[in-house]
């Protein structure tokens, strides 16, 4: 049981870092205000409309950065190893999060945390180190301008800690690429949103942990015995992605017109097959695969090449939106250079799929003429070249040459470049490499997935009330736990008397207060549309005489904004705002 609250699945601790004084300090919540707003981004949420300014620059000192456990993460459960991060977008300029897995989020609600909230600028590089209850921020001046890889090893060795958990920003988020990430151990990505370039604009390289606490559980039996549910029914539930993870199937995906294709100008793509999944298991470079914390569910890719591109293990393996967004969406059909790009974006902290894209848009770009001499380091940028995939990610990671101007996003390159008709954002923010316009109920998910979530294109559906509850809270989609489990494991968790409503009302709560941010910050319903490039037909292929209509769209957006408790343009309603428990944050 907590020592300062009697509560279970959280620890009513937050760490406040103020990086303009090189401070910490301890903000505490008690049980009533965590079962309102339970972790990931209603949490964020609530700091952003508290803390930031309306019309902040994200990359500048106004801007905060949240690390936002939720009451599971770190339980001893399938899946639930997932945190949130957030802040104000650098591509969208709106609620900007990511959710990431691995293990960092678990060893800090070890080390008896909540999260954290990151204030200000530092004056020079710093990290910082927290072991169980002592923090430090710490110089990193010797680190900055280093590679993930580089960067874990130097801390590990600095904190004399074998088993800390590292999560850090390498070359892109120190160069503040708009589309950096934040790498945790390496291969575990909070990619989106660009959250990596506010960790570099606060000059903070990373933040080391180790923990040693054992979190209080109401129910530890209970808990016990859904872990144990799960792992004896990997085979019923999982096996797809227990043996192959993400990315199986391409081939037929294809087919229907699912995937991302050469700037998302549809069609088959012909060498889906060879960068699925399967092949990497066919062709020998994927060597294992490997769980998060406390998983049954061993879904993650470990892929190792020696020719003819060394590829590091220790950065993981390709999945979906990788293979989409490096692959197909760039015409690039050859699985080792995406496995090599895919570890260099991971090497240098950047998310793959707003990398891909971009370099998509610059090739498409190309093409059609409005930048008919794009190149960099001298490479054309043209579809199907692994070359110049691989000279665009280090460009852009760098800031060289033309990669300066993709650094800042595609949307943002497109209004300084040209080629606005080409691109393929939803809020200032890259569509996700699923297809919205295939024909399927999929598909249609896809399309008010694309034009409703908070952050912008979002790829999980996390516009759901039932998947935005899983976000809240710190479990993995994948795991297949219906509301009524969730409700389950919510009670053993905290004790709290939950019904699968309320954990549907969880969800709403969440997506209610980021929209209430977007408002603020100018993002209302005219920005949820999906831009024109994805809604002409395709080139060819099934869905070549397919256009989606956008008065049906709109349609959709508003059963959307209805199911909600929205108003037809958007706006949370007072009575649904009222029912959530959340009408001081319009007020306010």
């Known amino acids: 049981m907590s020592d300062r609250h009697g509560s279970f699945g959280f620890w009513g601790r937050v760490l406040r870092v103020d990086l303009s004084r090189g401070t910490t300090a301890v903000e505490t919540w008690d049980e009533a205000a965590y079962r309102r707003l339970p972790g990931g981004r209603a949490l964020i949420a609530h700091h952003l409309l508290r803390e930031v300014p309306a019309g902040a620059d994200p990359l500048g000192p106004e801007n905060i950065l949240v690390f936002a456990m939720g009451v599971l993460?770190?339980?001893?459960?399938?899946?639930?190893?997932?945190?949130?991060?957030?802040?104000?977008?650098?591509?969208?300029?709106?609620?900007?999060?990511?959710?990431?897995?691995?293990?960092?989020?678990?060893e800090l609600k070890r080390a008896g945390w909540d999260g954290i909230v990151c204030t200000g600028v530092s004056p020079a590089p710093v990290y910082l180190w927290i072991k169980d209850d002592a923090v430090e921020l710490r110089d990193a001046s010797a680190i900055w301008g280093k590679e993930i890889l580089e960067t874990e090893e130097a801390l590990k060795a600095a904190v004399g800690e074998r088993l800390a958990r590292v999560c850090e920003i390498g070359p892109a988020g120190e160069n503040l690429v708009r589309f950096a990430g934040i790498v945790n151990d390496l291969k575990d990505i909070a990619g989106r949103s660009g959250l990596g370039a506010v960790m570099g604009s606060k000059k903070l390289k990373a933040i080391v942990v180790r923990g040693s606490k054992s979190l209080?559980?109401?129910?530890?039996?209970?808990?016990?015995e859904i872990g144990r549910w799960v792992a004896d029914t990997v085979d019923e539930h999982h096996w797809a992605f227990h043996n192959y993870g993400t990315g199986m199937g391409l081939d037929g995906y294809t087919q229907v017109g699912g995937m991302a294709v050469r700037n998302y100008e549809g069609g088959v793509f012909e060498k889906a097959a060879a960068i699925s999944a399967e092949a990497l298991v066919e062709t020998g470079y994927r060597i294992k695969m490997e769980a998060c914390w406390a998983c049954s569910v061993r879904c993650k890719k470990v892929v190792k090449l020696e020719q003819p591109?060394?590829?590091?293990?220790?950065?993981?393996?390709?999945?979906?939106?990788?293979?989409?967004?490096?692959?197909?969406?760039?015409?690039?059909?050859?699985?080792?250079?995406?496995?090599?790009?895919?570890?260099?974006?991971?090497?240098?902290?950047?998310?793959?799929?707003?990398?891909?894209?971009?370099?998509?848009?610059?090739?498409?770009?190309?093409?059609?003429?409005?930048?008919?001499?794009?190149?960099?380091?001298?490479?054309?940028l043209e579809f199907g070249s692994e070359k110049a995939l691989l000279a665009a990610l280090e460009a852009i990671a760098g800031?060289?040459?033309?990669?300066?101007?993709?650094?800042?996003?595609?949307?943002?390159?497109?209004?300084?470049?040209?080629?606005?008709?080409?691109?393929?954002?939803?809020?200032?923010?890259?569509?996700?490499?699923?297809?919205?316009?295939?024909?399927?109920?999929?598909?249609?998910?896809?399309?008010?997935?694309?034009?409703?979530?908070?952050?912008?294109?979002?790829?999980?559906n996390s516009n759901l009330p039932t998947r935005s509850a899983k976000n809240v809270v710190g479990m993995c989609f994948?795991?297949?736990?219906?509301?009524?489990?969730?409700?389950?494991?919510?009670?053993?968790v905290t004790g709290w008397e939950v019904t699968d409503k309320e954990v549907l009302e969880i969800g709403e709560r969440g997506l209610a207060l980021a929209r209430l941010y977007n408002e603020r910050e100018g993002l209302g319903s005219e920005s949820d549309v999906l831009p024109p490039q994805v809604t002409k037909p395709h080139v060819s292929g099934v869905l070549s005489k397919v256009r989606l209509d956008p008065d049906e769209l709109r349609a959709q957006v508003r059963a959307y904004y209805a199911a909600r408790g929205w108003s037809e343009d958007g706006h949370p309603l007072p009575a649904t705002l009222e029912r959530l428990g959340i009408a001081e944050y319009a007020r306010a």
């Not at 997932?82 to 960092?104: C, I, N, Q, T």
Request: charged share 20%; hydrophobic share 40%; with cysteine.
């Open 216 to 224: 209080p559980l109401a129910d530890a039996a209970k808990v016990k």
């Open 73 to 106: 993460t770190g339980t001893p459960l399938s899946g639930a190893s997932r945190h949130s991060v957030g802040a104000k977008s650098p591509l969208s300029g709106g609620f900007g999060e990511a959710e990431v897995g691995g293990f960092w989020g678990a």
């Open 478 to 492: 994948f795991l297949r736990y219906d509301d009524v489990k969730m409700a389950e494991i919510l009670h053993a």
């Open 309 to 380: 591109y060394k590829v590091d293990p220790r950065y993981g393996g390709l999945e979906f939106e990788s293979i989409g967004a490096l692959g197909s969406h760039c015409g690039v059909g050859d699985l080792a250079a995406l496995s090599k790009a895919n570890e260099r974006c991971n090497a240098l902290g950047m998310d793959t799929i707003s990398a891909g894209a971009t370099i998509a848009w610059a090739m498409d770009a190309r093409r059609t003429g409005v930048l008919s001499d794009a190149a960099v380091d001298g490479v054309p």
């Open 399 to 460: 800031r060289r040459g033309l990669g300066d101007a993709l650094a800042e996003g595609s949307q943002r390159a497109a209004q300084s470049l040209g080629g606005t008709a080409l691109l393929t954002t939803v809020k200032g923010m890259e569509l996700a490499m699923h297809d919205p316009r295939q024909r399927t109920e999929y598909g249609r998910q896809v399309r008010v997935s694309y034009t409703t979530s908070p952050t912008g294109a979002d790829h999980m």
